[in-house]
């Protein structure tokens, strides 16, 4: 494949290198079914989703079944893809998605939807499900929007709702043998409608009215649909541990993901996770440290974050997070919870999470009043957030984000006006100065489907601006920042969360005309759909609009198990400001989800977590010395795609799981005390990288230090020498590169360059172009018996340095795309006196 060549000239082209650590390759020719999972967003973003990752190390922990990755190209690398009539592949293998067996597709948010057609066309793919055959990858759908999928219904064979850990295998295993029996495509659906779970859509037929309106959802035989119920994991704690991918680019969440609980039943009207992903099920304490153990000593990663709906209602928190920071502190390894809910952040809590680092500090008030937070039964009221604000204050938080949503039902202009001044109050109680700052987040409310408001109007877009703009008016002043969440996205995703399967034309039509990454600001474009939806036909407003409490419903055939009667008794509940509490500590609440044999809330008690004590002092210090060593490595190969910036973090990883006495920095966010060697320029392969690590005890065993590098480095990176240094990084180095120029070379130009005593070029340097003086910093050019060029380059730390691909550019007269396909490899590096560089003889034999 022309890949490699391809990757160098996109942005981040580590994204697309599938390097990662803990990647699983597998025989392909031994696999009897093969699944390329994806994630249908850039791969910063897939990568640190956890539903990918715990099926992708499930498939592949099975000898029969092989699992490969996918993410969706950035627009650059798109258009070369295209450009060079190339597919679109998998990480693992390369290979063109359309050779898989199937595609099995995360469904995570309504703007991603245009993404997926990008993946389906670049692999080749129709389209649409019923133009595809025995030929084709069958295309398999999963995740929160698997539960309102109308929008997607036409491009995909079948949809799973609910828990994937089981129902994959089960799918996987029925495919395997239907592929062993080469059953056509048909018989295929057949098998999958029979698994729990399994949506087909071809066998379901929407009908509307004369207007378009949807009625209902009839069977293939015309007769009533049958629903389909979504599949529920019953227990968590049985699951089993694999070890994380660990990326060698910056992705969005670069941390180990524990999940320490799933499902919330704290009853939150606006939220369909809290509805689909019911009952609370938690995994116990004991088993949480051990997957915490497991997962950093085999990443590498310094933030461990707790994952669940609502992390601070995990049942033993306070014990979890007394053992975790004695065991991870000493590592600086630090603790966050994405979802902690006021009311459950007790000072114990927050102390526990500052030992490490402040990590950021959020509260979802959601809404401006109390009476407004009862109507969506929130359950806190303003005196729990000004405790938790002034509690985070005092334990040295500068900064607190609030969420809130505006267009909630029943809101009035006082709900409204009721946001800026919660916010001032919050910020007095930490006394309104000292650096203090308050984020205030908005956002327009979406009516969801499966929840007791699914059946409420969306604000319009114009409304959505109008608050906005009564916000910024009333936010004012250094101590606040409001930010919002454009509210053309939230109709978008109003209008698809609520949708049918007539806005399958409008997708198709919308990324016909380019529309893209809608759920990036900077790739949005509302007019693209307007156009759309208006070039097919369909109205977008309408789907914003109230439905009927006799209204049928395009997702009511998909039965997330909460029963239709508890979503209306608690919409009615909403308008009466009844609180409905939490069935886990309140008992049942008749949702009608659990049959209390299989499925029930699984919820630990506080004692329970093995408290461990904290074995070194709150400093973290493990030893008072300071002994120094330098490591020589190579980088070859894919790895030249990576940044200074990764390497670095690659490099913290490795250290981490090497469990080195490492000294740290001071301060705010403690780093280890490395020193690396300059940045090498992108594209550049080396035989000659350092670090200077700084230990706290000398090392026992440097040759096995250097074999645990090389086992949790990447390929392609090899540590090949452990030495003790002064720690003295040299000011002035002379290095020698050899370029593979991809063409012969006159090598009179070379003797003219050398011949000359200036010789400017011009460069750019962030972002700006700047001339630099190249004849001095060359001190020998070559032709070698290959045909390759030999330079030597002086740099100086602090001074405007020359890469060798800018001279080479310049002096052989490449354009772009020959200079990016220059084989660039350093070979050796060493401290250069001054006094010799300059009087050093123009080294030129050919
Ligand atoms: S059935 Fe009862 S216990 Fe189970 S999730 Fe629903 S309300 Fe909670």
Redesign the pocket.
């Known amino acids: 494949m022309m890949l490699d060549a391809l990757l160098p000239q996109v942005a981040r082209p580590g994204r697309y290198c599938g390097n990662e650590f803990n990647v699983t390759r597998k025989d392909w020719s031994s696999a009897s079914l093969r699944l390329a999972l994806i994630f249908p967003d850039l791969y910063e973003i897939g990568m640190s989703h956890q539903g990918l990752q715990i099926l992708y190390h499930l498939i592949n922990s099975r000898p029969e079944l092989l699992a490969e990755r996918a993410y969706v190209p950035a627009p650059d690398l798109e258009a070369l893809l295209r450009a060079q009539g190339q597919p679109l592949f998998s990480l693992e293998s390369r290979r063109s998605l359309s050779e898989f067996d199937v595609l099995g597709v995360t469904l995570p948010y309504e703007l991603c939807y245009t993404n997926i057609l990008t993946i389906l066309d670049l692999a080749g793919l129709p389209l649409l499900a019923a133009e595809r055959d025995a030929r084709h990858p069958l295309v398999l759908g999963g995740g929160p929007c698997a539960f309102h999928p109308e929008p997607l219904a036409d491009f995909f064979d079948a949809i799973l709702l609910g828990d994937g850990e089981e129902a994959i295998l089960e799918i996987a295993g029925t495919l395997a043998e239907l592929k062993k029996n080469r059953a056509e495509r048909p018989e295929v659906l057949r098998r999958l409608a029979g698994i729990e779970g399994v949506y087909v859509p071809a066998h379901y037929v929407p009908r509307h009215d004369e207007r378009g309106r949807f009625i209902r959802m009839d069977g293939l035989d015309g007769g009533t649909a049958p629903a389909v119920r979504r599949r529920v994991l019953a227990d968590l704690e049985t699951t089993a541990y694999h070890a994380p991918l660990v990326p060698v680019t910056k992705i969005v969440h670069d941390r180990l993901g524990v999940e320490i609980a799933r499902g919330c039943?704290r009853g939150c009207r606006f939220c369909q996770a809290g509805m689909i992903y019911?009952?609370v099920r938690e995994r116990t304490p004991a088993r949480i440290m051990e997957l915490a153990e497991k997962g950093i000593g085999d990443s590498g990663f310094d933030e461990m974050a707790l994952l669940s709906l609502s992390s601070g209602d995990y049942s033993c928190l306070s014990d979890l997070l007394v053992s975790l920071m004695n065991r991870f502190a000493a590592e600086r390894v630090s603790v966050s919870m994405p979802s902690m809910r006021v009311g459950t952040l007790t000072p114990e809590i927050m102390t526990q999470i500052k030992r490490v680092r402040k990590t950021g500090f959020t509260l979802a008030p959601e809404a401006g009043t109390d009476r407004l937070r009862r109507v969506i039964n929130k359950g806190i009221t303003e005196i729990d957030l000004l405790e938790t604000s002034r509690t985070a204050f005092d334990l040295g938080w500068k900064l607190l984000k609030f969420y809130f949503m505006f267009g909630l039902p029943t809101e009035t202009d006082e709900d409204l006006a009721a946001i800026p001044i919660l916010a001032g109050r919050a910020l007095a109680t930490g006394g309104g100065g000292g650096g203090r700052k308050i984020n205030v987040s908005v956002a327009t409310f979406v009516p969801k489907p499966h929840t007791p408001f699914q059946r409420v109007r969306q604000l319009g877009i114009d409304e959505g601006w109008a608050r906005i703009d009564f916000l910024k008016q009333s936010l004012r002043g250094r101590h606040f920042q409001l930010k919002w969440h454009d509210p053309r996205m939230s109709f978008l995703e109003g209008v698809f969360s609520r949708g049918d399967r007539l806005l399958g034309s409008v997708i198709i039509e919308a990324w016909r005309r380019g529309a893209r990454l809608d759920a990036w600001n900077e790739h949005f474009r509302l007019e693209t759909w307007l156009e759309a939806a208006a070039g097919v036909g369909v109205e977008l407003d309408g789907y914003l609009r109230p439905r009927e409490a006799t209204e049928a419903l395009p997702w009511e055939h998909l039965d997330c198990g909460v029963a239709p009667e508890f979503m209306e008794s608690e919409a009615e509940r909403a308008l009466a400001e009844e609180y409905t509490p939490d069935?886990?500590y309140h008992g049942?609440?008749?949702?009608?989800?659990?049959d209390f044999r299989e499925v029930?809330?699984r919820v630990g008690r506080p004692g329970e977590s093995p408290v461990i004590a904290s074995t070194t002092p709150e400093t973290g210090r493990v030893g008072e010395g300071r002994f120094c060593y330098r490591l020589e490595y190579s980088r070859t190969g894919n790895t030249r795609l990576l940044g200074h910036l990764e390497v670095i973090q690659l490099f913290y990883r490795a250290l981490r799981r090497t469990g080195l006495p490492v000294n740290y920095s001071q301060g705010f966010n403690p780093t280890p005390r490395v020193t690396f060697s300059p940045a090498l320029p992108l594209g550049t392969e080396s035989l000659a990288e350092y670090l200077i690590i700084d230990l706290a005890e000398p090392l026992g065993e440097p040759e096995e230090v250097r074999a645990a590098f090389n086992r949790y480095l990447p390929a392609g990176f090899t540590v090949n020498r452990i030495k003790l240094d002064t720690g003295r990084v040299e000011q002035r180095v002379l290095t020698c590169y050899h370029i593979d120029p991809g063409q012969p070379v006159d090598p009179e130009r070379l003797a003219a360059f050398l011949a000359v005593d200036r010789y400017e070029i011009e460069v750019i340097r962030k972002g700006k172009a700047r001339s630099v003086e190249a004849r001095s910093l060359v001190s020998g050019l070559e032709l070698t018996a290959e045909g390759r060029l030999a330079l030597q380059l002086v740099a100086e730390v602090s001074q405007p340095g020359l890469k060798p691909a800018e001279l080479v550019r310049e002096l052989l007269g490449l354009d772009s795309a020959q200079t990016l396909a220059l084989r660039i490899v350093k070979m050796w590096s060493r401290e250069e006196p001054e006094a010799g560089i300059r009087s050093a003889e123009p080294n030129l034999s050919l």
């Open positions: 039943t019911r009952p069935c886990r049942c609440q008749q949702c009608g989800l659990c029930y809330p």
